[in-house]
Structures are given as structure tokens and as C-alpha cells.
């Protein structure tokens, strides 16, 4: 079932690549042009049939034919990526990206691609890993996991349907969102937690008895630390994009701490396991749940 005639992918990395595979493998597009700064990443993407031809421009990728351009690039890059493709878009062509925050992704389109604004249309798919680049691409990554879509004001319904049929297409679950609700949900459930963690591991590895600890850490260090090897630049674009919703939610995370803080200098062990038993209950019932 083609769904598309040609679909240029800029940023050929874990999310972008295994959407890409996945159109290929299900025959949606005819074809899927990779743009990638990155010209050992490009040659990957090809050899591994992640994309069917590599660009490293847009100028050079974007045809008459595109009907589809998917941003797969770090938030922070969105903006100058929507300035290059300004003058490239043909007409009806639909835009859309892959980042997690929403709020930052539509302003850089509204401020850039002032023209194709209403075909725009800005998504999150839930679903990735510590992970990058070409060789990370998956088939089927998208399977059951869940995609946000945030319409704005002014979305047209058939760029809209476009982007929503390509990810069902996929296997993904799509519901709708309105951006500020988007960003405020993750900053507390993916944003804060990839901080917290960076935070810890940075605590421990600038100790002086890091070598010694790190030699004794076992499972639970893995899966608290795992987040702390996800990549730093993606997650710098991420962070200051979402600052707002982070600032106040460190504020929170601060005073959590500083409740451990107080019932350890006084010895308070009813207090410790006050918090302690809210925060399992609460962990336990999500749990249930997700079934």
C-alpha cells in the first residue's frame, strides 16, 4: 500500500531510521531519502538499506515528488533545519518531526515555515533506547507503543490524516494531545528522570571512591544509571526546551530530597518509611495499571 511517493528523512538516527525501515519493509512510500550531516552514519544507513538514497543536504534530497519531510533531528536543531527547508517545500507537501518536546518544535515551524504551517504537524512516538545513530534502527520498534500528535490552531486535516495513517500504518497506538499538556506530561515522566539520573551517575563517577563503588554495583545501580548513557547533546536540546516544566518539577525533586535529608539527621525511621511505602504503593499500582 503506497502511501507516499517519496518521504526525505533528515536525521537518519535510531527513531528516524527504524520509521524508515519500516516503510520500506511495508512498501508505504516508493521511495525514502535520508539527509545526514554525518557522512559515515549515511553510508551506514545505506548499507543497511535504513534509507534508500543519502543526501547531505535537503536541498539536494527535497524533489517535487516529496510528499512527506520527517524532522528526526534534536529539538534544538529544528529551527535552523525548517529555515533551510523553507524554500524547498513543494506544495501540499506535509512536515512533521519526532521529538519530545512540542511547544519549542511548533514555534520554530511557525517562525520558519510560516507558509506551509498549516501542513505541519507535530508528534512524539513513545518508544526508544540509550541508542544512536543508523546501525540503531529497528523494525517494528513502533509496534504498540503509543504516538502523540498535537494539532495547533490552524492544522490541516489532510496533512493531519497523513501523518496519523503512516504511524497506525506502523503498528503505532495515536492519540492527540494539546502541546503545553504534552510537554508538561513528559518533563515529569521522561524528562526529569533522564536529569536526575545524568545528575547521579555524574555524583558518582566524580567521587573519589568512584573505581571502588562502580566495581561493587549490581543490578539495581543498572537500572537506575541506565538512563545516564543516553546522548548528552540530544538530551541538552530536550532539557532547555523544556525548562519551564523542569525548573518547577527540580523545585519538587528538591524538596523530596530534603525531607530524606531531615529524617536521616533525625533518626526519623517512621518518616523514611512513610515516604517510602507512598512512593512503592504508587510505583505498584502503575504496575497493575499497565496490566
Known sequence: MVMMRRMVLAGVGLIGGS????VKR??????????????ANLREALRLGVVDEGFASLRQAVGADTDLVLLAVPVGAVAQVSAELAPLL??????SDVGSTKQSVLAAWWAHLPEAWPRCVAAHPIAGSARSGAAAAQ???FAGKRLIVCPHEAQDAAALARVEALWQAVGAQVERMDAAAHDAAFAAVSHLP??????????????AESEEWLRLAGSGFRDFSRLAGS??????????ANRGNLLALLEGQERQLAQLRECLAREDKAGLRERFAEASAARRAWERERG
Open 19 to 22: 520509521l524508515a525501515l519500516d
Open 26 to 39: 511495508l512498501g508505504l512510500a516508493d521511495c525514502v531519502a535520508g539527509v545526514d550531516a554525518d557522512a
Open 90 to 95: 513543494p506544495e501540499g507537501c506535509a512536515v
Open 139 to 141: 523494525a517494528r520498534l
Open 194 to 207: 533522564q536529569l536526575l539520573a545524568y545528575a547521579y551517575m555524574r555524583q558518582i563517577a566524580l567521587a
Open 231 to 240: 546522548e548528552p547533546t540530544m538530551w541538552a536540546d530536550i532539557a532547555l
